[in-house]
């Protein structure tokens, strides 16, 4: 279905938990997290009568996500009865991959055409430290096993913060170079915990770029990989994989956004940066038939903002990334 300004709505990101295995600095608090009631989380079936329910206004995509997706009980049920919805012609799960090495192929099996995989670093020490306590060797297992078992494309998210991992940016860039990953550079944005994350430390697209193409070689533009996300890919020259930018803040891609998310508490949420919610789950808990959850999509569809707010700086929100589905 097309919101007011013209977009067509076709993406659901299903935030299946608020729960996660790693606590990365900019993402999350290193400890007070209160984590939801299980009463206050959707079902699976009720996820389920989400998705059914949203295809009926156009909904062709989903994306799982969180928290980490992974870790929520009978995930593979979960895609085993989205994939049996004929509509919905792709199913991706966003995860920080410290789970995937032993779940990759049951994933697969499941119905899951695709993983991003969340990865800032490739030294141990510092992916500890960012994640607080992650174990970076779990994550390369991981990537490797989401390849082994044809989970593709498999893309890699990175959020260049500096002082952090700007030194580092060109050997993530070379993973495209030695495997057939899409490494994709986010630009951080306002939102989650702001700790000690300020403006000092956001990279921009074109300083990524300009760093990647001084060093490593012109970059070639490259049609779009399979899913259609904000990320712009290039290719390095003869790279097996492709190197994406996500430019939420310095360009951001609002005009062509076809997502909406639904949250762990089963709130459909217009946009990423916009609090205001549509309440699915008392309709779900008070049986409410396809034809009403259809008319709640359609409301939440027209709610959508044009765009984002991110200029006016660290967004304030009574949820977290984990809680929205980042
Ligand atoms: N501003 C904004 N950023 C988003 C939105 N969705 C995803 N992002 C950013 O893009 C990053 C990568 O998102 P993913 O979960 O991998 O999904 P995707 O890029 O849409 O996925 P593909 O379908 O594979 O292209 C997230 O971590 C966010 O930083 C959105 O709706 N708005
Ligand atoms: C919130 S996580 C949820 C899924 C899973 N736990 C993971 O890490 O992939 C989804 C993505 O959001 C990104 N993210 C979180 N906070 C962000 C921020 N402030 N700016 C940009 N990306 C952010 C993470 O790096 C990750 O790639
Ligand atoms: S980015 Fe993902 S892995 Fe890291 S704390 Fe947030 S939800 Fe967890
Ligand atoms: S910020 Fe909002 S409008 Fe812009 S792309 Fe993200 S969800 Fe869509």
């Given at each position: 279905?097309?919101?007011?300004?013209?977009?067509?709505?076709?993406?659901?990101?299903?935030?299946?938990?608020?729960?996660?295995?790693?606590?990365?600095?900019?993402?999350?608090?290193?400890?007070?997290?209160q984590?939801?009631?299980?009463?206050?989380?959707?079902?699976?079936?009720?996820?389920v009568?989400?998705?059914?329910?949203?295809?009926?206004?156009?909904?062709r995509?989903?994306?799982?996500?969180?928290?980490?997706?992974?870790?929520?009980?009978?995930?593979?049920?979960?895609?085993?009865?989205?994939?049996?919805?004929?509509?919905?012609?792709?199913?991706?799960?966003?995860?920080?991959?410290?789970?995937?090495?032993?779940?990759?192929?049951?994933?697969?099996?499941?119905?899951?055409?695709?993983?991003?995989?969340?990865?800032?670093?490739?030294?141990?020490?510092?992916?500890?430290?960012?994640?607080?306590?992650?174990?970076?060797?779990?994550?390369?297992?991981?990537i490797?096993?989401?390849?082994?078992n044809?989970?593709?494309?498999v893309?890699i998210?990175?959020?260049?913060?500096?002082?952090?991992?700007?030194?580092?940016?060109?050997?993530?860039?070379?993973?495209?170079?030695?495997?057939?990953?899409?490494?994709?550079?986010i630009?951080l944005?306002?939102?989650?915990?702001?700790?000690?994350?300020?403006?000092?430390?956001?990279?921009?697209?074109?300083?990524?770029?300009?760093?990647?193409?001084?060093?490593?070689?012109?970059?070639?533009?490259e049609?779009?990989?399979?899913?259609?996300?904000?990320?712009?890919?290039?290719?390095?020259?003869?790279?097996?994989?492709?190197?994406?930018f996500?430019?939420?803040?310095?360009n951001?891609?609002c005009?062509t956004?076809?997502?909406?998310?639904?949250?762990?508490?089963?709130?459909?949420?217009p946009?990423?940066f916009?609090?205001?919610?549509?309440?699915?789950k008392?309709?779900?808990?008070?049986?409410?038939?396809?034809?009403?959850?259809?008319?709640?999509?359609?409301?939440?569809?027209?709610?959508k903002?044009?765009?984002h707010?991110m200029?006016?700086?660290?967004?304030?929100?009574?949820?977290?990334?984990?809680?929205?589905?980042?």
């Open positions: 279905m097309q919101d007011r300004f013209q977009r067509q709505i076709n993406y659901l990101r299903i935030s299946v938990t608020d729960r996660c295995n790693l606590r990365c600095v900019y993402c999350m608090p290193a400890e007070g997290v984590c939801l009631p299980h009463s206050e989380i959707l079902t699976l079936e009720e996820i009568d989400v998705v059914k329910a949203g295809v009926r206004v156009g909904i995509k989903v994306r799982l996500t969180g928290g980490e997706p992974l870790l929520r009980r009978g995930i593979l049920e979960l895609i085993k009865k989205l994939s049996d919805i004929p509509e919905i012609d792709d199913i991706a799960l966003t995860t920080n991959g410290i789970l995937l090495g032993d779940m990759a192929k049951d994933l697969k099996v499941a119905g899951l055409k695709r993983v991003n995989i969340s990865l800032d670093t490739l030294q141990p020490a510092r992916f500890h430290r960012i994640t607080r306590g992650g174990n970076l060797n779990l994550v390369r297992r991981g490797d096993a989401a390849l082994e044809g989970l593709e494309p893309k998210n990175t959020v260049a913060i500096r002082g952090f991992n700007d030194d580092e940016l060109l050997e993530l860039a070379r993973l495209s170079m030695e495997l057939p990953l899409h490494v994709r550079f630009e944005m306002p939102i989650g915990t702001s700790d000690d994350w300020s403006r000092e430390r956001f990279i921009s697209t074109q300083e990524v770029k300009e760093l990647i193409g001084g060093a490593l070689g012109n970059l070639e533009d049609k779009v990989i399979a899913g259609s996300g904000p990320a712009r890919y290039s290719r390095l020259p003869g790279a097996p994989g492709t190197i994406g996500i430019s939420a803040v310095s951001h891609f005009a956004c076809n997502r909406l998310r639904l949250t762990a508490t089963g709130q459909l949420r946009c990423l916009s609090g205001r919610e549509t309440d699915l008392q309709a779900l808990r008070a049986d409410a038939g396809p034809d009403e959850l259809a008319r709640i999509f359609q409301k939440a569809i027209l709610a903002p044009d765009g707010n200029a006016v700086g660290w967004q304030k929100d009574d949820r977290i990334m984990s809680q929205i589905g980042g």
